[in-house]
């Protein structure tokens, strides 16, 4: 089969296109034929292996995976013996592992039926970011219907899941993004948009019960202003911490000041599951959530499109077509 291949960490330089072997599933996995995959700033991290401090997951020298992509929508070639839910045929979207590639394994329990309303180009995109969205949103942040969110980064591949789903779920929202985004933010459902070459959220009147930042440009200190004493400030990404640390210095710093610091909410982890595969499917086919892609490459452009992603100003998800 056709796969995107790595032999060493570096930039979007190190990925081929070349015939490697078709994976085989282990007992609790599907084996999927691709239709659509997605990339995000994850597949960044894995593919220059910075900041150093991952290589211990990843591998020291070079990557263990070294197939990038976890989202995918594609249909059923195989299943492991243990797996009785899911057929031959069947259309699915979830995480898998090495997803740019004609074929992929994945977690039985991290892959759901297509939603039937989207197409699988669209359902290509959807897992990963949705379901981050979602348990950011209601678990992590404990959102209730009234409270007022504020999502930095609406414009971003978990952004836009976060605007429409924080809508969905009954609150008032607002989106922060650049001048060119705005109309789509507020396409999306957000009720104010700021755009942050014009205004800092961090130093504006309003207060919020519940902030999302997908972004970090920020200090933890100063984000936590723009939350309500009793609110949560959720800190789930940083674009700061140097070669080694990397946004895990801001993580650790969000982890030990929410034991003392009532509005700093802890780090949160989002692992693709059934259950949330299907909340997300309810919300698109209650016409609540809709995929925003920015642009979709061919499986041989996968390099262009993790330059693309890596600029920090793609709109919504970048799909790699199998």
Request: glycine share 12%; hydrophobic share 40%; with cysteine.
């Amino acid at each position: 089969m056709k796969a995107i291949v790595q032999h060493e960490y570096g930039g979007p330089e190190v990925f081929t296109l070349e015939d490697v072997a078709k994976p085989q599933p282990k007992d609790d996995e599907v084996l999927v034929r691709i239709h659509t995959a997605a990339i995000h700033p994850g597949d960044w991290l894995t593919m220059t292996g910075r900041p150093y401090v991952f290589r211990i997951g990843t591998g020291l020298r070079k990557p263990r995976r070294n197939t990038p992509g976890f989202d995918l929508a594609g249909t059923v070639e195989a299943v492991g013996k243990d797996v009785t839910d899911l057929h031959p045929g069947d259309e699915v979207f979830g995480e898998g592992k090495g997803t740019c590639a004609e074929f992929a394994t994945a977690k039985a329990e991290a892959l759901a039926p297509k939603p039937p309303s989207l197409s699988l180009d669209q359902a290509g995109v959807l897992a990963v970011s949705g379901v981050t969205a979602i348990k950011g949103l209601r678990d992590a942040g404990k959102l209730q219907p009234g409270m007022k969110v504020l999502i930095n980064g609406a414009s971003g591949g978990i952004g836009t899941y976060a605007v429409q789903i924080a809508k969905a779920m009954g609150a008032e929202v607002t989106g922060v993004c650049s001048t060119k985004n705005v109309e789509l933010v507020r396409s999306l459902g957000a009720d104010h948009v700021i755009d942050y070459t014009r205004e800092d959220w961090t130093k504006g009147a309003t207060r919020y019960d519940l902030i999302l930042d997908n972004v970090g440009n920020h200090s933890l200190a100063d984000s936590r202003r723009a939350a309500t004493p009793n609110g949560s400030y959720l800190s789930n990404s940083g674009i700061t911490g140097g070669r080694w640390f990397g946004p895990l210095t801001r993580m650790l710093k969000a982890a030990v000041g929410s034991i003392f610091i009532r509005n700093q909410g802890a780090p949160f982890y989002a692992p693709v599951k059934r259950a949330d595969l299907a909340e997300l499917t309810r919300y698109v086919e209650d016409g609540h959530v809709r995929p925003v892609v920015d642009r979709t490459y061919p499986l041989v452009d996968t390099a262009e499109a993790m330059a693309h992603v890596a600029t920090g100003h793609a709109s919504g998800k970048t799909a790699i077509a199998i």
